[in-house]
T-cell receptor, first 109, second 112 residues
Framework: DAGITQSPRHKVTETGTPVTLRCHQT?????MYWYRQDPGHGLRLIHY???????DKGEVSDGYSVSRSKTEDFLLTLESATSSQTSVYFC????????FGPGTRLTVT | KQEVTQIPAALSVPEGENLVLNCSFT??????LQWFRQDPGKGLTSLLL?????REQTSGRLNASLDKSSGRSTLYIAASQPGDSATYLC???????????FGKGTRLHILP
């Protein structure tokens, strides 16, 4: 286990509100990732980071932003949550072998 | 564009049987392939990682094989147990610094 925690683990929010999810790692991995997992779509990459302040978009980045001010923390922000962003969000770290956090279940009503 | 496919999407097998899960990918120029396990409501746990130069990896009752030329990998589970019930995902990386591309998984149910 790579020592990855996510907070919160569950959240219900209303459409139009901002939401920030946090991923914290203790392994000093350079690479960190945010995925969303939905039935029928599997895991899809939202954004990833290859170092402090270095981030890039994944395949489903619209409506999401990220920040990485410290090696151990990677934040995912939904600026104005929509119902289509209801999902389970996973953080991962590592490069050629990835390690996953426990997930955050987000419901947007 | 690389695509990873896992068929079937779901599989039920009586306890004690040996079974094989399949993964195929469209671009054979992969860097490595990884098998994950996901329990309901949980994150993914890495089971086996096969580098492109390797043909197989083993861990306990699990054996993963890789045939790059045909774009296929299999995960063999010996003497299945109810505790093996989970979703198994296959994922490939194209280059060392590249992102992982996941299949949609096979949901395995071992019948007691």
């Amino acid at each position: 286990d790579a020592g990855i925690t996510q907070s919160p683990r569950h959240k219900v929010t209303e459409t139009g509100t901002p939401v920030t999810l946090r991923c914290h790692q203790t392994e000093n991995h350079r690479y960190m990732y945010w995925y969303r997992q939905d039935p029928g779509h599997g895991l899809r990459l939202i954004h990833y980071s290859y170092g402090v302040k270095d981030t890039d978009k994944g395949e489903v980045s619209d409506g999401y932003s990220v920040s990485r001010s410290k090696t151990e923390d990677f934040l995912l922000t939904l600026e104005s949550a929509t119902s289509s962003q209801t999902s389970v969000y996973f953080c991962a770290t590592g490069l050629t072998e990835q390690y996953f956090g426990p997930g955050t279940r987000l419901t947007v009503t | 564009k690389q695509e990873v496919t896992q068929i079937p999407a779901a599989l039920s097998v009586p306890e004690g049987e040996n079974l094989v899960l399949n993964c195929s990918f469209t671009d054979s120029a992969i860097y490595n392939l990884q098998w994950f396990r996901q329990d309901p409501g949980k994150g993914l746990t890495s089971l086996l990682l096969i580098q492109s130069s390797q043909r197989e990896q083993t861990s306990g009752r699990l054996n993963a094989s890789l045939d790059k030329s045909s774009g296929r990998s299999t995960l063999y589970i010996a003497a299945s147990q109810p505790g093996d019930s989970a979703t198994y995902l296959c994922a490939v990386t194209m280059n060392r610094d590249d992102k992982i591309i996941f299949g949609k998984g096979t949901r395995l149910h071992i019948l007691p």
